[in-house]
């Protein structure tokens, strides 16, 4: 029994990756750099009472661009390896690295 | 309400919402008091400054040197102060600058006050810093219209700028990277002085009167002004759609995001009373009209419109209060002298 539940834990873990929680408050990314595995998943949740904004300054990188109302919470998820930098639009101070290793 | 302004159907908009209590949002459970939100403007006690490019007295009055001179314009005639002058909180009073050929350009001059302390620069922030800005309006051809390729070897061949780029670069010489560098040394000393707002946040309770108070609680509360122009020098150094009729493009001519396009940074409140005209683009001549286009919620409504602007329901005293706030933001700013300008013919 402990077998299969480790071996589900595992599987689930490969097919899903991890959650990596990022706190949005004060105008502030919880985090300055994450690091993370390719299919582990960003959760960005929106913490102020303005609404908030995540795109990619690097070029040619897998984020997309999301807006985020007060309270909401974005999940993304980071397919591929890499490096990018992630700023809010809207508050340009705002800026978080994201590191995807394999 | 300004009625020149006021297209009908904003203004029936905010009408039917302010006069049905039903259609308004709850409000929030819990605001947080006055108290609390007056620890949130503090001074702070120091200016900052890049890693690479240090402060000195020296650097300094190199960069005021070069800010009031106008032979780095292509006329020879225009200064940075001649826009961003001192005697007018650091702008020019105009609703939009004006530039070479005295023609108007499509922007308001953004006072300098408090310069160190942004983010990105420009109303649109297409500048990453001040060093990376203070070149951009010297070469503008609609702006001082100055060519660095003859600046350079104009201020290598004067003896006065030789010296004072010696003393406050370890013996350089002029060139591009040590000109935006001084000028930026020298924008970062421009900061508002301490105004009554700032006695009573330091604890004074008389230094401003009680409606300024009640005003600096709807700024914070109802009206919402302290969701984007927050902190001690009123802003978040953000970009917004404030729904001004304008059709500039702003920051969306480099962000492909859809809160970005006619977004314009948030300005500055210090010394606001003493700066008409007001919003990027000059349109507003008063206070009272600004307060008053907010109240209504912004003229256009579009998909870009920042959130945070939409109709108020202010009463003509919540206005007044909030007026009444605003001008205690006003400073005596210390008196700026005129620097001598190394002599010689360009």
Not at chain 2, 2 to 9: P, R
Not at chain 2, 164 to 181: D, T
Not at chain 2, 196 to 212: L, R, S, V, Y
Request: glycine letters at 8%; a neutral charge.
């Amino acid at each position: 029994m402990k077998k299969m539940l480790l071996l589900s834990t595992l599987l689930t873990g490969l097919a899903f990756g991890e959650d990596v929680v990022i706190i949005q408050k004060d105008k502030q990314f919880s985090k300055q750099v994450v690091h993370l595995k390719a299919g582990d998943k960003l959760v960005f949740k929106n913490a102020d009472d303005v609404v908030h904004n995540l795109y990619s300054v690097s070029p040619g990188t897998q984020f997309g661009s999301y807006t985020q109302q007060p309270g909401q919470t974005t999940p993304v998820t980071v397919s591929k390896e890499g490096e990018f930098e992630v700023e809010c639009a809207i508050h340009p101070r705002m800026k978080i690295t994201v590191k995807v290793s394999k | 309400m300004s009625k020149h302004h006021l297209s009908f159907w904003c203004w029936l908009g905010a009408t039917l919402l302010c006069a049905s209590p039903a259609l308004l949002p709850p409000l929030a459970a819990a605001e947080p008091s006055r108290e609390a939100w007056r620890l949130k403007y503090q001074r702070p006690s120091a200016i900052p400054y890049p890693a690479d490019n240090l402060p000195s007295k020296e650097k300094e009055l190199l960069g005021k040197t070069l800010f009031f001179d106008p032979r780095l314009s292509g006329s020879g005639w225009i200064s940075c102060a001649t826009c961003h002058n001192p005697g007018l909180s650091w702008s020019d009073g105009l609703p939009k600058s004006l530039g070479e050929g005295m023609k108007t350009l499509d922007r308001r001059t953004p006072t300098l006050l408090n310069i160190a302390f942004g983010d990105r620069m420009m109303w649109d922030g297409r500048a990453k810093s001040l060093e990376d800005q203070s070149l951009g309006p010297i070469q503008s051809s609609g702006e001082m219209n100055g060519d660095l390729q003859k600046i350079i070897p104009w201020l290598q061949t004067n003896l006065g700028y030789r010296q004072l780029f010696a003393r406050a670069f370890s013996g350089q010489l002029p060139n591009a990277e040590n000109l935006a560098m001084a000028i930026a040394a020298f924008e970062r000393t421009i900061v508002s002085a301490v105004s009554p707002f700032d006695e009573w946040i330091a604890g004074n309770e008389a230094a401003i009167p009680d409606e300024a108070k009640r005003g600096f609680d709807l700024f914070n509360g109802t009206a919402g002004c302290a969701k984007c122009h927050s902190g001690w020098n009123f802003t978040d150094d953000g970009f917004h759609d404030i729904g001004l009729k304008s059709t500039d493009p702003g920051r969306g001519r480099f962000i492909p995001v859809e809160s970005q396009r006619f977004a314009f940074k948030t300005p500055t409140l210090r010394n606001i009373a003493r700066r008409a005209h007001y919003m990027h683009d000059g349109s507003e001549d008063n206070l009272e009209a600004v307060i008053d286009f907010y109240n209504h919620g912004g003229d256009v409504a579009r998909p870009s419109l920042a959130p945070e602007v939409k109709p108020l329901c202010l009463t003509p005293e919540d206005e007044h209060a909030l007026l009444a706030f605003l001008q205690t933001l006003t400073s005596r700013d210390p008196q700026v002298s005129y620097p001598e300008l190394p002599e010689g013919k360009r």
